[in-house]
């Protein structure tokens, strides 16, 4: 696939290969659409489930947005909470300050992360091990924590920030408490972004960015612009994560500091890398596989389920996933990136 | 001023111990262990049982809460993580995640969510002085402790046979192989060695960071802030890297105490724009 | 003014399509929702307070005025959006009649306008920052507020003729709320606090606080923290010898936690803490209810968390008695306040205005007994209202 690039104009035969093979990966497969069917059917379904399925909803948002720069580009980052809190603290001090009107406190949510991507993208450009992206991106996310918990003025601090009240859904619409509009939002908004980070991803861009992912040096060296372009799909995977977090303000009306906290970023990690990385779908299938495990474990036992859930992801880690899903290949494509390296 | 700086040397050199087995499981055997914590709380828990349990003196335990965390790292190490060496990253940080939640449900379940608290000797309590200087005793053994630690390891990997093969079969494990080394066995004691000394960190550090089932995640942070700003290819980077971030933690706190929690993100992040193969880069 | 007509119309919402659930009417049982930490670095709070309850059910019977008492307990691991959520699938799947627990105060902020919402009394057992009780008129506490406590150590500190003090606070709300308090009620009374210092939440190592302490050469430090870094907070006050140089050491009551103070030896002794509950407390209200804990949870010493988690089901129980099980929720807050009864800490009372608990503040000091040690009290400030407010 990367040999289409060798040359800056490739003949036509190969031209029209390119263009099939785009053609056939923008296709909708029909997991995909059951995948939506089946999402789609919970709402109508599950009426006794939708705060549940909410939360679930906005994780696997926030681990989609992850994929983009892990599964995509190839980038590891341990900070990606500092952008899905930076999204929840926004859409909540817009309810408050600005206007409660639901979408313009996504919009700026939005924004507000977008920027703060581009700002700490060139970061993420060092020439530099895995491990010292993830510690300079968590060190990142850590100082906004931090911030947060200083500007108490603004954030309400450790206390939390109250007083966080959102109009109805285009006006029609309650936030009721059985998170009915809840879920109906979360569900709409995040088909929606998926629509477009699919776009992405099979766009000519999205197959240059696979290129940079599997060997920078000879992308770049195919005329691949590689900074640009992996700080304008950081800074797009950032302004998903900012919209994550302000569905999850706008759902729960509140925002804590927790929202910026270590774990935020660890386990939207450990859910991707649950559902799998690179094709799109791995976050929101490890949201749903994680946290309906979670739910499960702590209805049995509040105190020890992380024990059970430990187990489970080890077991599924150790067998099974590489039989269920179509992960061995991008997981071969990897080792052998990092063997070449 | 010199009592600070003594504090933070103390600091960084239990920072390193506990951080040294991760240096090693990850620049030398390129594992992700995330689960480097849980074997610094078994150490920990071992201490503070023998202690509190069975009366042992501290001294006592120490080479207790090496063996044990030892033995089940290898235990660990031959059943578990040597399925996971060919793996990717990811798959490792997610594996070495459960196991930390595993360890810290099971630490719960057994022995309790509230803190563990030993009580030291006393002629390790209180401190002393030289030349106007008060020093904590605990403090002085630490780093007594710890520097015969980093030195004997030192020696262990440069000096040793055991060393020379394991360096042999880190550059290339097919050619170490057939020279006739039995490259599962090092690995399997080289991760001994590691979660032993974790444990010995772990047991170390109760007097000064606590002891409880989130152990394995309060640590984590710092362990690995250590290890990526000293970089993983040599111990001297992770033992620079210790000093510095523990004196700088210490003293930043001290002088500038405004700036909180910040600074040691602060320096992290600056080091690492500096220098991102960390303080020592790869000779290669 | 719209955002009012809002919140009104939000109200009117939630009841109307809370009046479509199943009538909570006699004979039903009557459902408490207990929204604890079980995991993570607040477990022990959780721990201690699930296994009062559970105590205060087994030793009054699981039913009142014709309900039965069912006790769902959930681990919100504290952070505020599961706290939120697990509150949120309580009111509506579980149809619960009250929520209690709460660790943190951004837990229990957090739930606050749901109460308001679904008119759901709910009792906090453990949150400590002032203006929790004020986030919803539905809120009811068990436990203390940190104003409540730290504004007696004040008086206290000044009216012994301490000239200096120096704060120590973990960087947090209630740390922050007692800094605060300390500050303005010894300033008040003439005292002088020449530095204050912030402690981060995270932060393993007190030395370089110590040591500014010591530079200051107050007469006394007055330290908050949570419960569970204390102890290393003491140690290493006590290895740097600050305790031997004449400073004395005040503290909120969480820093000498009963539940862990066996343990932290010796050290512990140079403590002077003031709180509303010590296991050592002397009646026969405490002895019986020590005693039942220890019983039913051999190796644990109930805290003050565990008396808040057995005073807070004694308020659901009361109210229900009082309305004679019915489970409005308005009704049940109505028949709260006011409630006044002898619990192990000392006699309580519900502040009718505030839904706040009035108790006694005690000063002690740890001293050892047998192999034990014990926080003992010397000195009490009857009915003390939280200051706060």
């Known amino acids: 696939m990367t040999d289409t690039f060798l040359s800056a104009t490739p003949p036509a ?17 029909p997991a995909e659409i059951l995948f939506w069917l089946c999402a789609a059917a919970s709402f109508f379904l599950l009426p006794d489930q939708h705060l549940l399925l909410s939360e679930i909803v906005i994780l696997g948002l926030f681990a989609l947005s992850l994929d983009l720069i892990i599964g995509y580009a190839g980038v590891v980052t341990l900070g990606h909470g500092a952008f899905f809190g930076l999204g929840a603290y926004v859409a909540g001090l817009t309810s408050i300050h600005l206007t409660a009107e639901p979408l313009t406190g996504l919009a700026l949510a939005a924004l507000a992360a977008a920027a703060l991507g581009l700002a700490t993208g060139p970061l993420l450009l060092l020439r530099a091990s895995d491990l010292t992206r993830l510690m300079v991106t968590l060190g990142v996310a850590m100082l906004l924590y931090e911030a947060a918990n200083k500007a108490s003025w603004l954030t309400g601090g450790a206390d939390g920030l109250q007083g966080v009240m959102i109009d109805p859904l285009l006006g029609r619409f309650e936030f009721d408490l059985f998170g009915t509009t809840a879920y109906g939002y979360c569900l709409i908004v995040t088909f929606v972004l998926t629509l477009i980070a699919r776009r992405i991803v099979t766009s000519p861009y999205g197959l240059s960015l696979r290129a940079i992912r599997d060997n920078a040096l000879r992308a770049r060296s195919m005329g691949i612009p590689v900074g640009p372009r992996l700080l304008a799909i950081y800074a797009f995977s950032a302004l998903i994560a900012g919209i994550a977090g302000a569905l999850l303000t706008q759902t729960t009306m509140f925002v804590s500091l927790d929202v910026l906290a270590f774990h935020r970023s660890a386990d939207v990690l450990l859910v991707l890398v649950l559902g799998g990385v690179g094709y799109l779908y791995g976050g929101l299938i490890g949201a749903v596989a994680f946290k309906l495990l979670q739910d499960w474990f702590s209805a049995l036992t509040p105190q020890y389920w992380m024990f059970w859930m430990g187990l489970v992801l080890l077991v599924v880690v150790l067998i099974g996933r590489d039989r269920i899903q179509t992960l061995p290949r991008t997981l071969m494509r990897r080792l052998h990136a990092e063997g070449r390296a | 001023m010199l009592t600070i700086l003594i504090d933070g040397i103390a600091y960084g050199m239990l920072l390193f111990v506990m951080a040294s087995g991760l240096a090693v499981t990850l620049g030398l055997m390129n594992f992700v262990n995330l689960a480097h914590g849980a074997f610094a709380m078994i150490g920990g828990y071992v201490t503070a049982l023998t202690m509190n349990r069975m009366g042992l003196p501290f001294l006592a335990t120490l080479p207790l809460a090496f063996l044990v965390p030892a033995l089940v790292g290898m235990l660990a190490e031959r059943t578990l993580y040597a399925r996971m060496y060919r793996r990717s990253h990811l798959e490792q940080v997610l594996f070495s995640i459960a196991l930390v939640f595993m360890a810290m449900a099971a630490a719960d379940w057994l022995l309790g969510s509230s803190q563990m608290l030993i009580t030291l000797p006393g002629w390790l309590q209180g401190r002393f002085e030289i030349a106007g200087i008060a020093i904590g005793r605990y403090r002085a053994f630490l780093i ?114 405004e700036l909180g929690a910040f600074l040691i993100y602060l320096l992290m992040i600056v080091l690492l724009i500096l220098r991102p193969q960390g303080l020592i880069a790869p000779a290669r | 003014m719209q955002r009012r007509n809002l919140l009104l119309g939000a109200v009117l919402a939630a009841s109307t399509a809370l009046a479509g659930l199943p009538a909570l009417a006699e004979g039903t049982p009557f459902k408490v929702g207990l929204i604890l930490p079980m995991t993570g670095p607040f477990a022990s709070t959780g721990r201690q307070i699930e296994a009062a309850a559970r105590l205060y059910v087994a030793e009054h019977g699981d039913e009142v005025a014709g309900r039965k008492i069912e006790l769902i307990v959930k681990d919100d691991a504290s952070v505020a959006d599961s706290t939120k959520r697990l509150a949120q699938e309580l009111i509506v799947r579980d149809k619960v009649g009250a929520l209690a627990g709460f660790g943190l105060t951004p837990l229990a902020m957090a739930t606050a306008p749901l109460s308001t919402r679904a008119k759901m009394p709910t009792v906090v057992m453990a949150a400590a920052t002032s203006s929790v009780t004020e ?37 947090y709300g209630p740390g922050i709320d007692a800094e605060k308090t300390f500050v303005a009620t010894f300033g008040a009374a003439g005292g002088e606090v020449p530095e204050t210092l912030r402690l981060p939440l995270q932060n393993p190592d007190f030395s370089p606080f110590l040591q500014k302490v010591a530079d200051a050469k107050p007469d006394a430090v007055f330290v908050f923290v949570p419960s569970g870094v204390g102890a290393q907070f003491m140690k290493q006050f006590v290895e740097r010898g600050l305790d031997k140089s004449g400073i004395k050491l005040l503290a909120d009551g969480g820093i000498t936690d009963d539940d862990i103070l066996n343990g932290m030896g010796d050290p512990a002794l140079a403590a002077i803490t003031g709180f509303h509950y010590s296991a050592a407390h002397d009646s026969p209200a405490n002895k019986a209810f ?100």
């Open chain 3, 135 to 171: 986030s919803s008129p539905y809120v009811v506490r068990t436990s203390y507020t940190t104003p409540q406590v730290t504004s007696k150590i004040a008086e206290w500190a000044a009216k012994e003729g301490m000239k200096r003090v120096v704060t120590v606070v973990s960087d």
């Open chain 3, 290 to 389: 020590v005693e039942a804990f220890q019983k039913a949870n051999p190796g644990m010493r109930p805290n003050f968390m565990a008396v808040g988690g057995y005073d807070g089901m004694h308020a659901i129980y009361a109210a229900l008695e009082k309305t004679g099980g019915d489970s409005d929720g308005d009704k049940v807050i109505a028949a709260m306040k006011g409630l006044s009864w002898e619990s192990p800490r000392g006699p309580v009372s519900i502040d009718p205005e505030t839904r706040d608990i009035v108790q006694n503040v005690y000063l002690r000091r740890v001293e050892r007994q047998g192999d034990q040690l014990w926080n003992v009290e010397f000195e009490t400030f009857e009915a003390v209202k939280d200051p706060g407010k």
């Open chain 2, 144 to 257: 007594l402790v710890c520097a015969a630690l980093v030195i004997g390891l030192q020696l262990l990997l440069s000096r040793t046979r055991f060393g020379a093969r394991l360096r042999a079969a880190v550059d290339d494990q097919r050619a170490a192989r057939g020279l006739g080394i039995n490259v599962g066995g090092i690995f399997a004691l080289t991760f001994a060695t590691g979660s032993g000394l974790a444990g010995l960190g772990g047991a170390l550090g109760i007097e000064i960071m606590g002891l409880d089932p989130t152990f394995p995640l309060k640590i984590l942070v710092y362990v690995l802030i250590v290890v990526t700003i000293g970089g993983t290819a040599t111990l001297t980077g992770p033992f620079l890297a210790a000093l510095i971030i523990g004196t700088a933690d210490v003293a930043g706190k001290y002088y500038i105490p």
């Open chain 1, 13 to 29: 035969p190969i031209r029209q290969r390119a263009a099939r093979d785009l053609t056939r990966r923008a296709r909708w497969k």
